[in-house]
């Protein structure tokens, strides 16, 4: 069974705050989804989530993954 955070504080060492949607965890990965509600597909969503990804893998999370869940569009997107 995973673990679910939604809408929890990340603070980087700069010590800015981050706040992924959804963060699920288990014994052998941690998924990071972002819930976006817009009418086109955007690289600076991308960005934001691989930011999420790495801040998670330097806190020792094992396998992490990421991905954008577009809701106007239907469309999920994997971002490493």
Known sequence: KMQRL??????????????????L????????IEFKF???MNERLKKQLR??????????FKNVNGYLLYGFLNIAEIVV
């Open 51 to 60: 930011e999420y990804t790495t801040l998670l893998k330097q806190m020792q």
């Open 38 to 40: 817009t009418e086109e």
């Open 25 to 32: 965890i288990d014994d052998h990965q941690t998924i990071v």
């Open 6 to 23: 939604s809408e929890r504080d990340i603070l980087t060492q700069e010590r800015n705050i981050k706040r992924p949607d959804l963060i």
